[in-house]
């Protein structure tokens, strides 16, 4: 299953035949090739491609190369994400324009996109003076783009039957705990008493839905671009499904994403009132905080079990990363904010 | 019995090698991974510190919860056994037998006093903010 990553080099000559017969040009030149970090699970390169057209025309793009490192059962598809990126941006979201969809050039499945400048690690971008006036709007912003999410067509745009969504005759809810429950027990190296109370009690109060949308999946900071003006750009749709909107307004406030800013629980940078009152403004679902606090308790578990995901990564030989090695160890931090989270509805 | 320097000593170094000479030297996701390799060995300096007494507590708190039992001899068969025992618990509490009274109050708290031993190891720095 392990493949080892491709050199800068032969991604480079990769590209420029690709470029080269895609464009139909006299000549494709790409420089800069570097691999950029996040996406464990699968491969983002940046690149610089001067393309001088069949018209003597010479332009130069950055761009994007997005390809899986490895298939893994059940996840998103290059191609579907791809169509995913063109649907947002007609819904108005602020995605990367895509560029090309790949052929089998890179040996694995892949699609080009713009490369948008800007900042995504979170620490910088809740630290720095550069970005005090992004933070002062983000939590708005936050709430506009995830109305604009949570209304894209995904029928009109062909994605319904691409996209995971409720299981039959299930609540998104309802299904997404079985999913990250089923994922849990075929994948956790060791016993989780924390994690099984948090299962318990999530059963026990399934909130109710209404008409399931298009949920970005994994809307938080790391995965945003930032600029001094604010957010450019909402990145790494592969865990996007049809749900429940209120799993995003959720997700967007887990502690892990609020890099110890922990009285700012919207990614760090503000409050949650203010989020909800910004996304039923732009057009959102009524905000439900009954049902929000149940996709808190649910995010937390989630992540817990992404983190045992990615050890499992390392303890299976897959990869030799030390970050995937240490990831395993910060299931204790999403296991305290579950303890946190229910006491008080659990204890006797 | 090893020589001097001590097993956390030489990890002592290590970490300060990372910190001081890698980090700030080297960009990119190279020295990111640095970062992440030096807190590594803060991880595994603070378990080698606190492992035996935790394994201890850990059992004693099973202890109240499950009904007491000896604990085995030796660290590895110590774990194995604590493995087992918390299997139990899991069983117990998937089947209902923690969700209301004493049981459900006696199994949060012990639960929060092993998930707080974790971060004591793993990141003190949150359990300080909490």
Known sequence: MSRKTATPDEVAAKLT?????????????????????????????SFDATIEHADGRTETLTLIARADQRQNVGSMTRATEYRLLEAAHAGGVPVPRVHLMGDDSLGAPFFLMERVDGETIARRILRDDEYKGARQKMTAQLGEILAAVHRVSIDRHGLTSDLAGPLAGKSPAESELQRIEETFRSIAPEPHPAFELAIRWLK???????????VHGDFRLG?????????????????????DPMEDLAWVCVRSWRFGNDQLPVAGVGQREDLFRAYEAAGGRAVDATAVHWWDVFGNLRWGVICIMQARAYLDG????????????RTAETE????????????? | MQDRPSYDELLAAVEHFLDTEIVPNVPGSR???????????????RELSNDEEQ??????????????AEPPAGREELRSALRERNEALSTLIRGGDADDGETARKVFEHVQRTVRDKLTVTDPALLERS
Do not use: C, Y
């Open chain 1, 223 to 243: 995965n945003l671009i930032i600029g001094p003006e604010g957010v450019r750009s909402v990145l790494d749709w592969e865990l996007a499904h049809v749900g």
């Open chain 1, 318 to 329: 897959l990869s030799k990363s030390v970050e995937l090695a240490t990831i395993g160890r």
């Open chain 2, 31 to 45: 020295g990111f991974h640095a970062r992440v390799a030096a807190n590594a060995i803060r991880i595994v300096r």
């Open chain 1, 336 to 348: 305290w904010e579950l303890l946190n989270l229910m006491e008080g509805s659990v204890s006797g």
């Open chain 1, 204 to 214: 026990a109060r399934l909130p109710a839905s209404g008409e399931p949308v298009l």
């Open chain 2, 55 to 68: 394994l201890a507590a850990e059992w004693s708190g099973l202890d109240a919860v499950l009904g007491p």
């Open chain 1, 17 to 45: 035949a690709f470029l080269k017969r895609s464009h139909n040009a006299k000549s494709v030149r790409v420089d800069n090739v570097r691999l950029l970090t996040g996406g464990a699970s699968r491969q983002t390169w």
